[in-house]
């Protein structure tokens, strides 16, 4: 109990110092404000996905996501979002891995416009139930998204701790082989 107080106090203290820090929340979200992601790196296909180009991929619908920091402490939820798969962006932009082995040493990095970055597994994102949670939106309660996240962002539904792969005003996705 003491120690769910004390991770709030901080998440609070540091969102209010304007750092991007626990819960991330600057004074000035307007500067952030994203209206394109990236796709580059690994990919045969780099794309620049505007919210209209997302809309031309199959819509997913997310009823309810309880937002936790990695502190443990409750940021309240996400609700009604509207997005479309990150799987079926890496399909579009086709990720290039031409050895039998090198599908599995892929990342993606989301990067967003405050320099805040979360990666991604392929393997999480296309061979484990966590992918089917993982989306880029751009509505939330039938609304296009504020300046304090949009007008894109993702999250991963399925994490434990959802607050850290919630990146707000998203900007790029890079494909990357980590290893050799
Ligand atoms: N772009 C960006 N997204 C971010 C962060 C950040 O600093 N920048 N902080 C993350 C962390 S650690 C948390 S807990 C949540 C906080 O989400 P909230 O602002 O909706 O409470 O945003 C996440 N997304
Ligand atoms: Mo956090």
Redesign the pocket.
């Known amino acids: 109990m003491l120690k769910t107080l004390r991770t709030v106090l901080l998440?609070t203290a540091l969102?209010h110092a304007g750092l991007?820090?626990?819960?991330?929340?600057p004074d000035q979200p307007a500067q952030?404000v994203t209206d394109s992601v990236s796709v580059t790196g690994a990919v045969e296909r780099p794309l620049q996905l505007r919210v209209a180009d997302l809309r031309g991929f199959p819509p997913q619908q997310i009823g309810e996501v309880p937002?936790?920091?990695?502190s443990g402490?409750n940021?309240?939820k996400?609700e009604r979002l509207k997005g479309v798969l990150l799987r079926d962006i890496l399909e579009k932009a086709t990720v290039k891995a031409p050895g039998h082995n090198d599908i599995k040493k892929m990342i993606v990095v989301a990067g967003?416009?405050?320099g805040?970055k979360v990666v991604f597994s392929w393997s999480e994102i296309f061979n484990s139930p966590v992918g089917d949670g993982v989306i880029v939106f751009f509505e939330k309660d039938g609304q296009p998204l504020a300046d304090?996240?949009g007008r894109i962002a993702m999250i991963s539904s399925k994490d434990l701790r959802s607050?850290?792969r919630?990146?707000?005003?998203?900007q790029s996705l890079e494909v990357l082989k980590v290893v050799e």
């Open positions: 998440c969102a991007a820090g626990a819960a991330g929340k952030y937002m936790v920091c990695q402490a940021l309240g996400l967003a416009s405050d805040y304090d996240e607050g850290p919630h990146v707000k005003w998203l």
